[in-house]
Nanobody, 126 residues
Framework: QGQLVESGGGSVQAGGSLRLSCTAS????????VGWFRQSPGKEREGVAA????????YYTNSVKGRFTVSQDKAKNTVYLQMDSLAPEDTAMYYC???????????????????WGQGSQVTVSS
């Protein structure tokens, strides 16, 4: 059975950068929509970015466009979320998730995703 393992995250000052990694094991990398979500205390889980592992343009929520970049390394079964120009409002627990289908549906619907990473805390101080 497949799983997603996240790495990265941490604490930075506003304007800084962090990179999250999401590595898929098992048979869950190909033909998958891989999404990045975030959740702050008291808020709903929000879809931040997504990429379809078989190609196509990535998706971003408006608040991160121009600052976050999602990419993949197929040889490593890994999807990355590069986060630049971080702001305090980006503080949240970030999760990657995978859904086996032929496309990414945007906006992302968390309940549709089958596999989830363990979560990575991102804290941005002002």
């Amino acid at each position: 059975q497949g799983q997603l393992v996240e790495s990265g995250g941490g604490s930075v000052q506003a304007g800084g950068s962090l990179r999250l990694s999401c590595t898929a094991s098992g048979d869950i990398y190909s033909k998958n929509c891989v999404g990045w979500f975030r959740q702050s205390p008291g808020k709903e889980r929000e879809g931040v970015a997504a990429i379809y592992t078989n190609g196509g343009s990535p998706y971003y929520t408006n608040s991160v466009k121009g600052r976050f970049t999602v990419s993949q390394d197929k040889a490593k079964n890994t999807v990355y979320l590069q986060m630049d120009s971080l702001a305090p409002e980006d503080t949240a627990m970030y999760y990657c998730a995978a859904l086996t289908r032929d496309y990414c549906q945007w906006p992302l619907v968390p309940s549709l995703f089958t596999y989830w990473g363990q979560g990575s805390q991102v804290t941005v101080s002002s």
